[in-house]
């Protein structure tokens, strides 16, 4: 259901120009180590695709302690080198980044909104289209969410968050994944991974308060032996009860629109029997919903009232749960060969209310979607310990089946079918030099037969897609490598009605070709940690929503700077920030849009910065803050009627005291109290947009043995 997106912008963007002598500099002071980076990770718990990594200090004795890994490289088990900027944070704060999007402020070249998956380096996450323009199409996301493996439904992910609470880390992968990530990865993807089963006793529970829509947040863990040293079991459970930030005057609601309510139960079970000591098995049961509030719609004059009281526009609410069952299966054939199978089915009901502040009659509304999926993949990986070679080899199944019932113009089935073989690897060649080769071989099926009141979706077509990885990468030093690669992504085509006068068409798969330089440095005795990517993306058929219909650009582009460092001043203090340039245009327009030619893509801010700081004492006592600047973009990119957007600075910021068995946090969001304008538009009815949360106080208490 589409967003009423919101962001008002005021400020200057930062150009690109004059930043290529720039990156050309960082990429051959801070690139990325190969042989280093494989030696350090076989001497450490966690994994880097490519280069070296600085952790921050970890306490033990912390519940649930701040950690940043930012690395140059996929997360891809025990390969190494695949050569993709990515930003990984581990342990994260789940009262600070309650949501997997909140994110965004620590990545460069990414930006989020209230109820919308992020856009990274100039590509909308969510695709071309939202609401009721993706329902009737079938449009994909661009950004995959892959959670212990498994793809999130597209609908599923915006409307039912994922949260980040027992998250062991989240990493964020710029630039298209299709090799390794598969379907919908075209501008990245976003993985999860929840912690593990212990096998030993722990448990905890999490109590909290936030002033902005008065939310109450709970949360809870246990996990521990059922046998010694063979089945182990972790369960966890984590909400919000509360209102939105946005205000619904009015008495002739149909439903309460103020209301927010989130509620995840997860359970795990990790089996290592002894009889067979290379097998491990992981089995998860997870149960997610969310009702209430999901646009943070806020309604013009004055947008920073946080109020929607134009009467003369609706609103929804959602009610969604996701049910989900997944298996995880790994057996080490030998010591450098090992197989993965992962299988998982997934439930998805959501149920969207229309209405308006008077509840008129022609405001109301219901869609009920219906989705199961089912997810398989099995894949060998390759990794000795001194060998010229590793890699892996995969291939991958999915399946979706989805049913639309609504009295507002939309029903009808979708089914959906993909299957992909892969591999990926990396060969020394001689002293320091590397060469990365990867290829995936997919096919995708879609049989669409969504009618609408005026007209009708009837879409059977399928697409198969050669998608080629390569680079080389060079280690100068054991602390700084570099890395060219050159890569492809998609994402397929699609159906739709034509807004005006309901006949049918068709658009087509929109293409890219990456050409990506990173590089990693460490400095300092390896306490300043540095990475840099520069890119350039070459779109063909870029896939737009222009005058309400899905148009094929013919030819786009962007090119772009990251920079991000990590700085151990000492064992207990610690600075980190990232900046992102963004150069986007279009080249080339269809004749019937001539308009757009020369412009920007939708929500491409010019520039991004994040800095941020985390201490903490020996009496254990911490703090923190982080600063986040995101230039000013259009929110659409045929302009008229769209919002410009962004240019604001949001400043969070922490402190707390923590034992052994307690810890109590406070914390502020948006401290300065920033008007933030995520997307808009005007139409007919006025102006309506899409705001972030204003000022919000809160606290937390964690209790833990």
């Known amino acids: 259901m589409p967003p009423c997106p919101a ?5 200057r963007n930062i150009p690109i120009a004059g930043t290529l002598l720039l990156a050309l500099v960082s990429g051959a002071l801070c690139l990325p180590d190969t042989a280093q980076a494989e030696e350090e990770n076989r001497k450490t ?12 200090p970890r306490n033990n004795d912390s519940g649930n302690p701040t950690e940043t890994i930012v690395v140059v490289g996929d997360k ?5 080198n695949t050569n993709s900027a990515v930003t990984v944070l581990r342990h994260l704060d789940a009262s600070e980044y309650r949501s997997l999007y909140d994110v965004v402020n620590r990545v460069p070249n990414m930006i989020g909104n209230a109820a919308d998956i992020p856009t990274i380096r100039g590509v909308t996450g969510s695709g071309a289209a939202g609401g009721i323009f993706s329902l009737m199409s079938g449009s994909r996301p661009r950004t995959a969410t892959i959670i212990d493996g498994l793809p999130e439904t597209y609908s599923g992910q915006r409307y039912v968050d994922a949260g980040t609470w027992d998250m062991d880390q989240v990493s964020v992968l710029r630039g298209p994944q299709a090799t390794t990530q598969g379907r919908n990865a075209i501008g990245g993807a976003i993985t999860l991974n929840s912690k593990a089963p212990t096998q030993y006793w ?17 949360a809870g863990l246990l996990s521990g032996p059922i046998i010694k040293d063979e089945l182990a079991f972790r369960l966890t459970t984590d909400g919000v009860r509360g209102d939105s930030y946005i205000r619904y005057p009015g008495s002739g609601w149909p439903f309460n629109p103020h209301e927010v309510s989130q509620t995840s139960i997860r359970g795990k079970l990790l089996w290592t029997p002894k009889i067979l000591p290379a097998l491990k098995v992981t089995l998860m049961g997870w149960h997610r919903e969310q009702h209430g509030e999901y646009l943070y719609t806020a309604t013009g004059p004055d947008l920073f009232r946080y109020r929607f009281d134009n009467a003369d526009m609706n609103t929804r609410i959602s009610d969604s749960s996701i049910d989900q069952a997944s298996l995880r299966a790994s057996y080490r054939i030998s010591p450098s060969l090992t197989n993965e ?9 959501a149920l969207f209310h229309q209405g308006n502040a008077i509840g008129s009659a022609n405001s109301l509304g219901h869609l009920a979607l219906r989705e199961q999926n089912n997810t398989v993949e099995d894949r060998l990986v390759l990794a000795p310990a001194q060998s010229r070679f590793n890699g892996v080899a995969g291939f991958y199944y999915f399946n979706r089946d989805q049913n639309i019932r609504s009295d507002m113009g939309v ?3 979708d089914a959906e079918r993909t299957y992909a073989g892969y591999v990926d690897g990396t060969l020394h060649l001689v002293g320091g030099l590397s060469l990365i080769a ?31 990885k390569g680079g080389l990468s060079y280690s100068f030093t054991p602390v700084t490598s570099a890395s060219f690669t050159v890569r492809r992504g998609y994402n397929p085509g699609g159906g739709a009605i034509d807004w005006d006068n309901g006949t049918y068409y068709q658009y087509g798969k929109e293409t890219v070709t990456t050409y990506e330089l990173g590089g990693h440095t460490e400095l300092l005795d390896r306490k300043l940690s540095l990475n840099t990517n520069l890119f350039y993306n070459d779109y063909h058929d870029y896939q737009d929503l222009l005058n309400y219909t899905f148009v094929n650009i013919p030819h786009g582009r962007s090119l772009g700077l990251e920079l991000e460092a990590i700085y151990h001043a000492t064992k207990t203090l610690e600075f980190f920030g990232g900046l992102g340039l963004l150069d986007t245009k279009i080249l080339d327009a269809p004749a019937a849009y001539r308009s757009v030619e020369g412009k920007k893509f939708s929500n491409a801010p010019s520039a991004t910065l994040n800095i941020g700081v985390e201490k903490s004492f020996r009496n254990g006592l911490f703090m923190g803050a982080n600063f986040n600047r995101v230039g000013s973009y259009t929110s659409q990119v045929e302009s008229g009627t769209g919002l410009v957007a962004g240019d604001y600075n949001v400043l969070n910021a922490h402190i707390g005291y923590r034992t052994r068995h307690y810890t109590i946090r406070f914390y502020s969001k948006n401290l300065t109290n920033e008007n933030i304008l995520f997307s808009g538009r005007t139409n007919w009815a006025g102006l309506q947009a899409q705001i972030g949360q204003p000022r919000a106080f809160g606290f937390t208490i964690d209790g833990r043995l």
Do not use: C, I
């Open 341 to 349: 199978l992962t299988y998982g089915h997934v439930w998805y009901d």
């Open 411 to 413: 029903n009808g089935p």
């Open 45 to 56: 718990a966690s994994t880097s695709q490519q280069g070296s990594k600085k952790e921050a």
């Open 76 to 80: 891809l088990d025990h390969l190494k």
């Open 202 to 218: 722990q448990a905890g529970v999490r109590g909290g308060y936030e002033s902005a829509g008065s939310k109450g947040v709970f």
């Open 7 to 11: 962001v008002l912008s005021r400020g």
């Open 438 to 468: 990867g290829a995936r071989v997919e096919r995708e099926e879609q049989a669409r037969n969504v009618a609408l009141s005026w007209g009708k979706v009837a879409l059977n077509a399928g697409t198969t897609m050669f998608l080629p």
